[in-house]
């Protein structure tokens, strides 16, 4: 059983950046609306609103157990278990033709019904993320390259 969790240091990160995008808004909502109670209000709500995606909705770990599953846990309670064979693992959406670089979704899709969702792990260190991704399947390490012949005219 191998569990993977958020980094502390990716959270201290978002921590400082929620208190920076705070104070621009705070002085931006100052200067275009020549209210301080306004543009403290504005800048709460957004420092509150990133400190929520950071340590609510992005806080989670990822077991995967010996048995094939893969579970999510949030705040000591099991949220969601999936039978890893049952969907197919990807790094990549199937709507999508490309990828950013600095992504870390893990998306799934059921083989019973097409259905496509995704896990944002982007608290989770690269290498955690990379390790995943090849005990889920979604990344062979030694796969052959694709050799395309060309005609020369």
């Not at 059983?1 to 950046?17: N, P």
């Not at 059921?110 to 260190?125: I, L, M, P």
């Amino acid at each position: 059983m191998k569990e993977y969790k958020s980094k502390l240091t990716t959270k201290l990160f978002w921590t400082i950046c929620a208190f920076c995008g705070g104070w621009f808004v705070l002085n931006l909502t100052a200067k275009l609306t020549h209210n301080f109670l306004i543009a403290v209000v504005a800048a709460i709500i957004v420092v509150c609103l990133i400190l929520y995606k950071v340590f609510v909705s992005d806080n989670f770990s990822v077991i995967l157990t010996d048995d094939n599953k893969f579970l999510v846990k949030r705040f000591g309670k099991i949220i969601t278990s999936l039978d890893i064979d049952k969907y197919s693992w990807s790094e990549y959406s199937q709507y999508s033709n490309t990828k950013n670089a600095e992504d870390q979704d893990i998306y799934y899709i059921s083989k019973e019904t097409g259905n496509e969702c995704y896990f944002d792990c982007s608290n989770f260190s690269g290498d955690d993320y990379e390790q995943l991704l090849t005990a889920l399947g979604a990344r062979n390490q030694n796969s052959e390259p694709i050799k395309v012949d060309t005609v020369k005219k």
